[in-house]
């Protein structure tokens, strides 16, 4: 039987702390991975379990999640596909070396980055930061309109003829970074060290690839086909308005 683990530890570095969920059936990697954290000025709630992950996001506030795909019982996947039916927190994956597929999954139901082990405790608590850390620009008007697609910057929403487009907070910061600049190429390593504040041998350029092409089955009448999102030749992309 699974037993509960929540535990709240306070950083010291900052006023206000964020909130990182770590949910891993290994208590090894989650004292590593709470210590860094911690350590970095954040507040950590830990599970052992999906389904205590699940319990704990239902009833408290929760950042940012660190989601371990291989769990007994529930699996990092089932509980991903839980977190987004009711919210958008970021979701940074554990996912094991040589898994491309669980990488590419995990990307595509909805997760915003992921981290291979054995990882760099900096890298991970670099990743976190970058999830929370918004990118989209200030703008003298926050609602950006181009054709059906209305972008409100501020509340952080996309629209499609009136539908509101459920987007990831890494989708979303990607899309707000490439509207404010529309016209204007940028090739995949670039985008990862501008929006995921990485670099390629950290993670896989992949990562933008399947970003854009979730962007596009929301916001393009055509996918296969894009207006907007579109392909620059040397893997690179642009938003047109």
Known sequence: MSRKVCTVSDGTNTTTSSVALLIDDNSDIRRLVRDRLVAAGFTTLEAESGEDGLAILATSRVDVVVLDVDLPGLDGFAVLRAIRQTSLVPVLLLTAAGDEADRVLGLEIGADDYVV???????????????????????????????????????????????????????????????????QAFTREELL?????????????????????????????????????????????????
């Open 117 to 183: 082990k054995p990882f760099l405790p900096r890298e991970l608590v670099a990743r976190v930061r970058g999830l929370l850390r918004r990118v989209a620009p200030a703008a003298p008007n926050p609602v950006l309109t181009f054709g059906n697609i209305v972008i409100d910057t501020a509340a952080r929403l996309v629209t499609v003829r009136a539908q509101v487009i459920p987007l990831t907070s890494r989708a979303f910061d990607l899309l707000a970074f490439l509207t404010a600049r529309p016209g």
């Open 193 to 241: 060290q501008q929006v995921w504040h990485s670099e390629p041998e950290w993670q896989n350029v992949a990562t933008v690839t399947e970003h854009v092409h979730r962007l596009r089955r929301g916001i393009e009448a055509n996918p296969d086909s894009p207006r907007h999102l579109v392909t620059v030749r040397g893997n690179g992309y642009r938003f047109d308005a």
